[in-house]
């Protein structure tokens, strides 16, 4: 049997999926959010500028094709406006949990792996045409009506079904062959992170204590984007498309743990030893989980426990002038 070629980045995601991880619970979780608030906005009449049949919306209300493309401004400027304030909170964490097409790139790495492995082929690719479908359609709900499936003639029912099939492969397309270098290069919000982003107390920590470090650098093959982990202070200069050189590499950094989940998989024999690579506050960076939970039970019960007063022994009341002068007339 010949044997399997994988990129070093595949090989690590093929290591580390086989085990349990916290981070893909998270970002199902994250991921479902947005996509409520991608679908929401288009099919509550929240915002929507029609290509069928002029059925533009504007806070819930149907209104004219200029109010319709402005309430569609509008609700991606806010949506950046968030992500904005995240960034500013926690850093690129939108990028790493919360982004669509971060996972679409993620989705297609599974099923690169499963091509070339034979492993769950049709599974996995299932799972990566079927994110697509589910981000092309969340961003055609904002263009056309769905009512045009049921009530346009047959010309826009054709119509709208080429658009949205043509959406669809676009996604995976897209998804397959530049994958991450869309958010290396590209991405208009990354770029924009790269170029401000400031030093945070949360994100990805190295703490390198008495040699716990390996020396493997599955963390640096699990990065998507090609960083080193373990000192993300380097300038980045290996940049394509339009992103801009010179600045750390913290600053192109997505805040996706994958380099974490790395490590952690070399340390999962090893209980004694802390991973010098976490995805959490500074201070918190070398301990475990355990003992962090234990820290946010302590704080919490000293904030509920009621603060204790010493009492203070009574103080002796001056003497009168009369007390004095019958101590002066015993001692006499």
């Not at 991880?21 to 500028?49: C, D, E, N, Q, S």
């Not at 400027?77 to 960034?87: D, G, K, P």
Request: net charge positive.
């Amino acid at each position: 049997m010949a044997a399997i070629k994988l990129a070093p980045r595949l090989r690590v995601l093929r290591s580390i999926e086989k085990e349990p991880h916290r981070y893909p619970k998270i970002r199902r979780f994250t991921m479902a959010v947005t996509f409520v608030v991608l679908y929401a906005i288009p099919l509550l009449g929240i915002a929507r500028f029609d290509l069928w049949d002029g059925r533009h919306m504007a806070a819930f209300e149907r209104t004219n094709f200029v109010y319709g493309f402005g309430a569609v401004f509008l609700s991606v400027i806010v949506f950046y406006l968030l992500t904005f304030v995240v960034n500013g909170i926690v850093g690129r964490l939108f990028c790493g949990f919360g982004c669509p097409v971060g996972e679409m790139s993620r989705a297609s790495d599974t099923a690169e792996i499963a091509r070339k492995t034979g492993e769950n082929r049709l599974r996995d690719e299932g799972k990566a045409w079927g994110f697509a479908a589910l981000l092309a359609t969340a961003g055609f709900l904002w263009f056309v009506d769905p009512r045009v499936f049921i009530e346009g003639s047959l010309k826009a029912k054709l119509m709208a079904t080429g658009g949205l099939l043509g959406a669809i492969a676009t996604v995976y397309l897209l998804g397959r062959f530049v994958r991450w270098s869309f958010c290396r290069g590209y991405c208009p919000i990354g770029i924009y992170y790269s170029a401000v982003q400031t030093a945070h107390a949360f994100g990805i920590h190295y703490d390198e204590i008495e040699s716990v470090c390996k020396g493997c650098d599955y963390c640096e093959q699990a990065c998507p984007v090609g960083l080193d982990p373990k000192d993300l202070r380097k300038p980045q200069n290996d940049v394509i498309g339009v992103g801009i050189e010179g600045l750390p590499q913290s600053n192109h950094c997505l805040t996706c743990g994958e380099c974490v989940r790395a490590c952690e998989s070399v340390f999962l024999q090893k209980p004694g030893l802390i991973p010098p690579l976490s995805l959490s506050r500074k201070a918190d960076a070398r301990k475990p989980e355990d003992q962090k939970k234990a820290d946010k039970k302590g704080k919490s019960a000293d904030k509920a426990k009621p603060v204790e007063t010493k009492e203070e022994p009574p103080r002796a009341e001056p003497e009168s002038e009369l007390q004095t002068a019958a101590k002066l007339e015993t001692s006499l």
